[in-house]
């Protein structure tokens, strides 16, 4: 899966500027049989954060965002019945860009935080937009001039691994207001990959290279080395074409 870069350390909330504070109950339809709260249903959890700060921040209207990147490390799973606490802030910025933070704890011992990165798109022409003082002026102080990187860092399977690849087909109910996949079902083809206990401490990264499109006609790469797990979603109709690829590892064991 190629080298990837240190972990950082656990981040914090910033001293100075915007932080949004939200709450998630995990409900039945968030778990497995083993009551675990599930990767995709923590992306949920992190998207409807996000976008409660984006609409609070009323920002322009012409402006939409695309997801990325998402890196979790969690210390802990939240389990079900478990009461969350995200709370979530612009931690970088750059010219049409920006990271997000958010760390989460749990009633139950829930222990996780996220890094994303968000592009700005001007939703007339589709193309990324330069951000202005309309967002600096909100979000520029928890930023506190730290540059975010739009930089993938996972690249397409060994050839064995794609040509093992199965169907993964995209529903209808799998497509969001941008007619493109939304993020989180992303994280589900993670779930279908991987094997996962809810004593499980991980690091977690998914990485968006292309746009998945209703049309669109995806297999399922997998492939292990001892606890580890990469996972991509390949364009059936393209060969060694990624549309997503994703990372997991024990915590311990993470060099990211």
Known sequence: MGPLPTRPSEPTLPTAGRIVQGSRKVRMADVGPDRRGRLD?????????????????????????????????????????????L??????TASRWAERTTLVGGSLGARLWARSIWVALDTVTGKPARLGSWFFDVYGASAAGRQASVHLTLGAPPAPVARAARPWPIRRSDIDAWAHMNNAIAWAAVEDAVDLVPSDSVVALVEHHAPVGAGTAPVLAVERSDAEWGVWLLDSRSEGHVLVASALRPAAASRW
């Open 87 to 92: 709370r979530t802030f612009c931690s970088a």
């Open 41 to 85: 249903a923590l992306a949920r959890y992190l998207g409807d954060v996000a976008e409660d700060d984006a609409a609070g921040a009323t920002l322009p209207p012409t402006i939409g965002w695309v997801l990325r990147r998402t890196r979790m490390d969690i210390e802990r799973f939240p389990t079900l019945g478990e009461e969350l606490v």
